[in-house]
């Protein structure tokens, strides 16, 4: 078996890694007692350190962009426990993953890259299983929280996309600052908490540096290598595992409704990435 991977495939397959593990919040998320903002510091703080012994020749290689980049992920990560705060969680996951529609649309224009077919039927396609996905649990909510979850999809786009303007080398300059202004914003409420337990540091450590440290450091990883609407395409499979991962360890069961618009996200997002493989197989073949 011919094992080589192409780096757009390498490339998928990070992206791919990273939302699996993006999703597993969830599941600690509603084991701990914690505060919202609590858990932010301490994920951010591991995910700093991480990203900081890993990557410390690049670290302090900053441009406006970066600085740019890092606002934006502390305000996707705020915006987003605020929207969970005041509007239903399905509200808050289903208007951030509108992301790809704007890096759908914006792409073409900021890259000159070219708007293909594929990629406006798979975002409606996977719109549509989500809407499936969370048809029992939509509701109208705190229209507040519903307008900030909606700039948390904005935000989202814009790492996708900002990151994409920035030099390579400066991809992990980005996060390891944003996760320093979290812990700056987070600090007041983290300084009230009480200590965590042993099994609750298990927990913790796991959020910062596996969830959003090894999960960001693949997710740039794959950005390096394929297009920013790829990356937000197979983003959405975070979504639809974190229930998956609540339902084993916390015991809430997703509805019959639920599984099926899963389903259709995942098949239709493995039939774009066969598809635009085998396009590029041929290409390769009549060059």
């Known amino acids: 078996m011919n094992l ?3 780096r757009r495939q390498s490339g998928l397959i990070a992206v ?3 939302a699996v593990l993006w999703s597993t919040g969830g599941l600690f998320i509603k084991l701990l007692p914690f505060n919202a903002q609590t858990i932010l510091f301490y994920r951010s703080a591991c995910a700093a350190l991480m990203f900081g012994v890993l990557f410390h020749k690049s670290i302090f290689k900053v441009n406006a962009l970066s600085i740019g980049i890092s606002v934006i992920y502390a305000g996707l990560l705020f915006c987003f426990v605020t929207a969970t705060k005041l509007t239903t969680a399905a509200n808050a996951i289903f208007l951030q993953y509108t ?22 039927i798979t975002i409606l396609v996977c719109l549509g299983g989500m809407m499936l996905f969370f048809s029992g649990d939509l509701a109208v909510g705190d229209m507040r929280g519903n307008w900030i ?46 200590a965590p337990d042993l099994p609750q540091w298990g927990m913790l450590l796991f959020l910062g540096f596996i969830q959003i440290g090894t999960g960001y450091m ?18 959405m499979l975070e979504p639809i595992l974190n229930p998956v991962w ?6 809430e069961r997703p509805g019959s409704l639920a599984i099926v618009g899963g389903l259709i996200i995942v098949l239709m997002l493995m039939l774009r990435t066969w598809l635009t493989e085998r396009r590029q197989g041929v290409d390769r073949e009549t060059v």
């Open 4 to 6: 080589d991977l192409t």
């Open 149 to 194: 979850a909606l700039l948390s999809g904005v935000l989202l786009a814009g790492i996708m996309l900002g990151q994409r303007f920035n030099s390579p080398e400066r991809y992990e300059t980005a996060i390891f600052w944003g996760n320093i202004l979290v812990m700056a914003l987070a600090f007041p409420a983290w300084k009230e908490s009480p």
């Open 246 to 251: 609540v339902f084993l360890g916390y015991g």
């Open 99 to 120: 992301a790809p529609i704007y890096v759908l649309l914006l792409e073409p224009m900021l890259f000159k890259t070219r708007l293909r077919r594929i990629d406006i």
């Open 218 to 235: 693949l997710f740039n990883y794959g950005l390096k290598r394929i297009l920013a609407v790829e990356s937000a395409l197979l983003a």
């Open 16 to 18: 791919v890694a990273a």
